[in-house]
């Protein structure tokens, strides 16, 4: 079994290179995974690569080659 780490808003909004009221929004209306510990809310490693690999456009390149 993997083991979960939760990471708090400061830090999801840094990982995700977005500011705390764009994590808001991404969390309460984008569907980006949380979970909630009382009135706190944290965000799994784990979960947070998973959603940013869903939202991840693979187009093709004019010259034929895929971009990340």
Same mark, same amino acid.
């Given at each position: 079994? !993997?083991?979960?780490?939760?990471?708090?808003?400061?830090?999801?909004? @840094?990982? *995700?290179?977005?500011?705390?009221?764009? =994590?808001?929004?991404? !969390?309460?209306?984008?569907?980006?995974?949380?979970?909630?510990?009382? @009135?706190? *809310?944290?965000?799994?490693m784990?979960e =947070?690569?998973?959603?940013?690999?869903?939202?991840?456009?693979?187009?093709?390149?004019?010259?034929?080659?895929e971009?990340?």
């Open positions: 079994m !993997t083991e979960q780490v939760l990471i708090k808003s400061k830090e999801a909004a @840094r990982l *995700l290179a977005v500011c705390p009221r764009t =994590l808001h929004s991404l !969390t309460h209306g984008g569907g980006l995974p949380f979970v909630r510990m009382g @009135r706190c *809310l944290r965000y799994d784990v =947070l690569a998973k959603w940013i690999e869903a939202k991840t456009r693979r187009e093709a390149l004019p010259n034929g080659q971009s990340n």
